[in-house]
């Protein structure tokens, strides 16, 4: 036997995979507002799919800096890795056909609207009804309302506290995939981490409720993770501006402070539009 059969091949993660790999773009998804390239990414013998979001494909927004949408993705992962929940795919910043940009392990959602399986519904009455939480009236044409309400779901409500740690502007329904193993993904972060309170999401269910033991256990490692020179920090900072670090630091703080989930601040749109 020789030493390279008796030495077992090496196995490349998800993270070296997305990093170091090979990008070939294969298309393009249409409905995104911003450049989104399906892809493939090949390295030492290991493919896989994966979303590439360039920088240069990023539309100007008035109330976030030029060129950083790709960076707060990657910001989001992280904080999704800190807090132990692994709810955002394998993320990495690096360069691709089309210069530098985000890149994404590629997630193939499973059906969601099956019995026992749906995340979202839309449902006739004032009351949700038993499994699910309400989030508001919406209107569907002919004068007619229904009421709009989420699934009571343990992995919906940790993301529902990862979108008010990372201060997401835009939690839309179209962004949760489920994965056939059981777990839920979520995806389309760029909108996050700014300085002033832009939280807009689906998952108001459990606004005002207080936070689970897990979630308080999570938030106080974050918060650990977070102080002046931890890897985190280090991190995040060459991600994200020193005043949007300190307004993530304050809203950790505040969810420990109050033990609860967030409420709308009233001071901007709850719910993003198009909510899908």
Same mark, same amino acid.
């Given at each position: 036997?020789?030493?390279?059969?008796? #030495?077992? $091949?090496?196995?490349?993660?998800?993270?070296? =995979? %997305?990093?170091?790999?090979?990008?070939?773009? +294969?298309?393009?998804?249409?409905?995104?507002?911003?450049?989104?390239?399906?892809?493939?990414?090949?390295?030492? *013998?290991?493919?896989?799919?994966?979303?590439?979001?360039?920088?240069?494909?990023?539309?100007? =927004?008035?109330?976030?800096?030029?060129?950083? &949408?790709?960076?707060?993705?990657?910001?989001?992962?992280?904080?999704?890795?800190?807090?132990?929940?692994?709810?955002?795919?394998?993320?990495?910043?690096?360069?691709?056909?089309?210069?530098?940009?985000?890149?994404?392990?590629? #997630?193939?959602?499973?059906?969601?609207?099956?019995?026992?399986?749906?995340?979202?519904?839309?449902?006739?009455?004032?009351?949700?009804? $038993?499994?699910?939480?309400?989030?508001?009236?919406?209107?569907?044409?002919?004068?007619?309302?229904?009421?709009?309400?989420?699934?009571?779901?343990?992995? /919906?409500?940790?993301?529902?506290? /990862?979108?008010?740690? #990372?201060?997401? *502007?835009?939690?839309?329904?179209?962004?949760? %995939?489920?994965?056939?193993?059981?777990?839920?993904?979520?995806?389309?972060?760029?909108?996050?981490?700014?300085?002033?309170?832009?939280?807009?999401?689906?998952?108001? *269910?459990?606004?005002?409720?207080?936070?689970?033991?897990?979630?308080?256990?999570? &938030?106080?490692?974050?918060?650990?993770?977070?102080?002046?020179?931890?890897?985190?920090?280090?991190?995040?900072?060459?991600?994200?501006?020193?005043?949007? #670090?300190?307004?993530?630091?304050? +809203?950790?703080?505040? &969810? =420990? +402070?109050? *033990?609860?989930?967030?409420?709308?601040?009233?001071?901007?749109?709850?719910?993003?539009?198009?909510?899908?």
């Amino acid at each position: 036997m020789s030493a390279s059969e008796r #030495i077992p $091949p090496r196995s490349v993660t998800p993270h070296e =995979l %997305l990093a170091k790999g090979e990008l070939t773009v +294969r298309g393009r998804v249409r409905e995104a507002s911003n450049a989104v390239l399906y892809c493939t990414v090949e390295y030492e *013998g290991v493919s896989a799919a994966c979303v590439y979001k360039p920088v240069a494909g990023e539309r100007p =927004l008035w109330d976030f800096p030029d060129g950083t &949408l790709a960076q707060r993705e990657v910001a989001a992962y992280e904080l999704s890795e800190a807090m132990g929940w692994g709810l955002i795919p394998p993320t990495v910043l690096r360069d691709g056909p089309y210069g530098r940009g985000m890149c994404q392990l590629w #997630i193939e959602a499973t059906a969601d609207d099956s019995p026992g399986t749906a995340l979202l519904a839309l449902v006739e009455g004032e009351e949700p009804g $038993p499994g699910w939480k309400a989030v508001g009236f919406a209107d569907v044409g002919e004068e007619r309302t229904a009421l709009l309400v989420h699934a009571d779901d343990e992995r /919906l409500r940790r993301l529902a506290v /990862l979108d008010a740690v #990372i201060n997401n *502007g835009d939690r839309k329904g179209g962004h949760l %995939l489920p994965a056939e193993d059981g777990r839920l993904y979520a995806i389309d972060h760029g909108v996050t981490f700014n300085a002033d309170d832009k939280l807009r999401t689906l998952l108001w *269910g459990w606004a005002g409720e207080p936070l689970t033991a897990e979630a308080l256990a999570a &938030l106080r490692r974050l918060s650990a993770d977070l102080a002046d020179g931890r890897p985190l920090a280090v991190r995040l900072a060459e991600l994200i501006t020193p005043a949007e #670090i300190a307004a993530l630091r304050a +809203r950790v703080a505040g &969810l =420990l +402070r109050t *033990g609860r989930h967030r409420e709308p601040s009233g001071q901007w749109p709850a719910i993003p539009w198009p909510p899908v």
